[in-house]
């Protein structure tokens, strides 16, 4: 009789353990973070960065553009420090919207 006794206090002890670790309502470590509207915390940030990407690449496309034009006004071969500073900023703007796809 002893033993059915502490068997049992073990049992309910270890139910007790299991239903405190996962209580009902909250939500399980294995789904995504939500946000409090219910969507996906992932998707927005995806949305986030497809749209900043879209807006970082509007912009290279301006640079490019502007440093076609600056090459073809020149003739000589000498290259101003202003179209040297807009390639550094092709390059960086370009990076930004590589790491910003590698991320997921």
Same mark, same amino acid.
């Given at each position: 009789?002893?033993?059915?006794?502490?068997?049992?206090?073990?049992?309910?002890?270890?139910?007790?353990?299991?239903?405190?670790?996962?209580?009902?309502?909250?939500?399980?470590? +294995?789904?995504?973070?939500?946000?409090?509207?219910?969507?996906?915390?992932? @998707?927005? %940030?995806? =949305?986030?960065?497809? !749209?900043?990407?879209?807006?970082?690449?509007?912009?290279?496309?301006?640079?490019?553009?502007?440093?076609?034009?600056?090459?073809?006004?020149? +003739?000589?071969?000498?290259?101003?420090?202003?179209?040297?500073?807009?390639? @550094?900023? %092709?390059? =960086?703007?370009?990076? !930004?919207?590589?790491?910003?796809?590698?991320?997921?």
């Amino acid at each position: 009789m002893r033993k059915c006794q502490i068997f049992l206090s073990v049992l309910l002890l270890l139910v007790c353990l299991l239903a405190a670790q996962n209580p009902p309502g909250r939500p399980e470590r +294995d789904q995504p973070p939500r946000l409090p509207d219910g969507r996906l915390q992932s @998707e927005e %940030i995806l =949305k986030a960065d497809h !749209k900043a990407s879209l807006k970082d690449a509007g912009e290279l496309l301006r640079l490019a553009e502007e440093l076609k034009i600056e090459l073809e006004k020149n +003739d000589r071969h000498i290259l101003s420090v202003q179209l040297i500073k807009k390639t @550094e900023d %092709i390059e =960086k703007l370009a990076k !930004k919207i590589r790491s910003r796809m590698k991320r997921f």
